[in-house]
């Protein structure tokens, strides 16, 4: 039973810093990408960062190329994002992913979204002075 668990949301302010994590269940980060993606409402899902455990390659998307890190922790199954400076933009539902590295083009589209097969039921992040 494959899960993954996101948790880390907050309120914060412009500026602020905040950390998401992702625990996944039921398989290994072995061969995986994993991706966090966010979602605004009334806007369409986009791609945010994504990693790929076998070998740490990351990928970020411009909007966030700077201030956020991906990173992750096989032996805890779990993958982090670190969000600093963050602002209002931001803000959305953030979700993270799994996908099988080597069943598609990772390094032509790292945020496909259709490659990602699992997803977490998201965790809200607000950026708000």
């Known amino acids: 039973q494959v899960q993954l668990a996101e948790s880390g949301g907050d309120l914060v302010q412009p500026g602020g810093s905040l950390r998401l994590s992702c625990v996944v269940s039921g398989m290994t980060l072995n061969y995986k990408s994993i991706g966090w993606f966010r979602q605004a409402p009334g806007k369409e899902r986009e791609g945010v960062s994504c990693?790929?455990?076998?070998?740490?390659?990351?990928y970020y998307a411009d909007s966030v190329k700077g201030r956020f890190t991906i990173s992750r922790d096989s032996a805890k199954n779990t993958v982090y994002l670190q969000m600093n400076s963050l602002r209002p933009e931001d803000t959305a539902v953030y979700y993270c992913?799994?996908?099988?590295?080597?069943?598609?083009?990772?390094?032509?589209?790292?945020?496909?979204?259709?490659?990602?097969?699992?997803w977490g039921q998201g965790t809200q992040v607000t950026v708000s002075s």
């Open positions: 992913a799994s996908a099988d590295a080597y069943g598609f083009r990772w390094s032509q589209q790292p945020l496909g979204v259709r490659a990602y097969s699992y």
């Open positions: 990693i790929r455990s076998s070998d740490g390659i990351t």
